[in-house]
């Protein structure tokens, strides 16, 4: 009588054949950035948000006359008070926090330079996989729930800061506007 292979070794012998596909992170980052823009013309009823043209790189590698330059990784409508970073998928944790060396002070810097060139406020919009979106910026907003890191940054979710009032976004907002 032939003995009867064991399920679990198939099963094991199947997992080390298997590898996991690679996730293209590039791919990963312009989706974020694309929806994020939608989210954001939704929100204030317009057009005028969506991906910065060859968002990373581009900025850095070439140099274009100041009334060209884009900063940050949406291009956002003129009088819209902040920079926007988006980052996407990076395993940011709670711990970093007290890590000077982590990612998150890491894209908190990249905010604050593209801040600095473009005169504007900054944010950093950071989305975990499987999680919801978080602002995290240097100034309190009056929202439901915030939290505060090092004295001096504040996080929001996405969600909770979007339901600020328009005026909390936009330069000149009583001038006629219609965000």
């Known amino acids: 009588m032939k003995k009867k292979m064991d399920p679990n ?34 929100r204030f009823n317009t057009k005028e948000f969506c991906r910065t043209p060859g968002s990373g790189a581009f900025g850095t590698t070439h140099t274009l006359p100041e009334h060209l330059k884009v900063h940050g990784d949406l291009i956002t409508p003129e009088t819209f008070k902040f920079v926007i970073e988006a980052k996407k998928g990076y395993d940011v944790k709670l711990e970093d926090v007290w890590k000077e060396k982590s990612d998150l002070y890491s894209f908190i810097e990249q905010a604050k330079r593209d801040a600095q060139t473009s005169k504007r406020d900054w944010l950093l919009i950071y989305k975990k996989d499987r999680q919801k979106e978080i602002v995290i910026t240097a100034n309190p907003y009056p929202t439901k729930e915030q939290l505060r890191i090092q ?5 929001y979710l996405l969600e909770d800061f979007l339901s600020l009032p328009n005026e909390h976004f936009f330069e000149n907002f009583n001038d006629g506007f219609s965000y």
Do not use: D, H, M, Q
């Open 9 to 42: 070794k198939l099963l094991k012998l199947e997992n080390e054949f298997y590898k996991k596909p690679r996730i293209n992170s590039r791919a990963k980052g312009n989706n974020f950035e694309r929806a994020l823009a939608k989210k954001l013309n939704t």
């Open 151 to 155: 004295e001096e940054y504040y996080v």
